[in-house]
């Protein structure tokens, strides 16, 4: 597959735009997954016996916060496969 | 039992070091060594293929563009007039996208029918190990369902339970070593057609609760609530996220499987990946959907 020299240039931003993307959204996702887990070993450390509740809304409290890291990892993909 | 598994276990074993060897002689993507039958014979086969990661992932996730750009015929793993008629339905350029697509989600609604068709003839009074299985995972998620809705609106259950045990299928049949079997969810339309559903379910119930009009003056009232259109927005991007999340986690997680699986020359890592990114995400998934669902509804419900 031959490109012009324009069609190039608008190719390789678009792999530099998705490298940034997901770098820069892996950021807060990280953040604040990292942040719920630790609070969650100060609940389990302090009341041993709720831990299964704590350990479920742990997890479904990360999944939701994950999904601006997903977000990004969409657009991403798009820049990547569509241009 | 556990004596006579071990010989099979050993002769598993045994073609695993084999296979790892050969993987670590074979040099690169583009070759590499294969045990296996030809033509009625053992061999060891070094095979040097044209293929490289680029065109493994446009095979995996863009199926039209790869047999366009290669021009093969492609492999339809069932009814040759059934792929004749999406041809023509939806033209050549999505034909094969769809028609994968769709096979896998008629398998997973019959797989569903199925297990229901079975679990229903054979219920006893003592239970039996598969039974047993299903009402755990009823119970428990109608426990939630009273939790979050309160007891008269038990009769939510069965739509949470299908929804979690469908997406929780469509999930896990991505693991299935076989050519053609894809996550259904890996494709957007499935996830967003999930979403429109779950949330027209909603607005459904809180016309149900408190009238249409009850329902409307919560959105469109300018004087107690000067940004309502914001609100309206909110609704639509209620479905986004919900789907998105599923999609790209879905996605996301068959990219780095592909992707890091080749770089291994697939090498026991595969294994790894494919427990944390089918099992335990497509689980978690599975659940903050059902969870999102629940929580959208419940909402309504109790303001």
């Known amino acids: ?83 | 039992m556990a004596q006579k598994k071990n010989p099979i276990l050993m002769i598993i074993l045994i073609f695993f070091l084999i296979e790892i060897s050969l993987v670590f002689f074979s040099k690169g993507f583009n070759k590499e060594m294969q045990l296996g039958f030809d033509k009625g014979k053992f061999v060891f086969r070094n095979i040097e293929s044209e293929y490289n990661l680029q065109h493994k992932i446009t095979e995996e996730f863009q199926i039209d563009e790869y047999y366009k750009q290669s021009g093969e015929e492609p492999s339809i793993y069932g009814s040759n007039h059934l792929y004749n008629f999406f041809k023509k339905v939806f033209g050549q350029n999505s034909a094969m996208g769809t028609f994968q697509l769709l096979r896998m989600l008629l398998l997973v609604d019959i797989l569903l029918l199925f297990l229901a068709i079975l679990i229903k003839k054979r219920l006893l009074e003592r239970p039996s190990q598969p039974q047993i299985l299903f009402e755990v995972t009823y119970s428990a998620l109608e426990q939630f369902v009273i939790e979050t809705l309160g007891k008269e609106k038990v009769n939510y259950t069965p739509y949470i339970v299908t929804l979690f045990i469908f997406i929780w299928i469509s999930n896990m049949i991505g693991m299935v070593p076989i050519p053609g079997f894809i996550e259904p969810t890996r494709n957007l339309n499935v996830p967003l057609g999930l979403g429109v559903f779950a949330v027209a379910i909603v607005h459904i119930t809180a016309i149900k609760v408190k009238g249409f009009w009850g329902h409307l003056k919560n959105y469109v009232n300018p004087v107690k609530n000067p940004l309502f259109l914001l609100d309206i927005i909110g609704e639509f991007s209620k479905v986004v996220s919900i789907s998105f999340r599923l999609f790209g986690n879905i996605l996301g997680g068959a990219i780095i499987i592909l992707v890091v699986s080749s770089l291994v020359s697939y090498v026991v890592f595969p294994v790894g990946l494919t427990l944390f990114f089918g099992v335990f995400v497509g689980t978690i998934q599975a659940f903050v959907f059902t969870m999102l669902a629940l929580t959208y509804i419940g909402v309504e419900i109790t303001e």
Do not use: D, H, W
């Not at chain 1, 324009?6 to 820069?24: P, S, T, W």
């Not at chain 1, 997954?33 to 742990?58: Q, W």
């Not at chain 1, 990360?62 to 601006?68: P, R």
């Open chain 1, 1 to 83: 597959m031959e490109l012009t020299l324009a069609q190039g240039i608008v190719k390789a931003a678009a792999l530099l735009g998705a490298g940034m993307c997901m770098g820069m959204g892996a950021l807060g996702p990280g953040v604040g997954e990292g942040f719920v887990a630790g609070k969650a070993c100060e609940g389990i450390a302090r009341s041993p016996e709720n831990a299964s509740l704590i350990t479920r809304t742990m997890l479904v409290g990360q999944a939701v916060s994950e999904s601006t890291g997903i977000y990004s990892l969409v657009i991403a993909l798009l820049l990547i496969f569509s241009t």
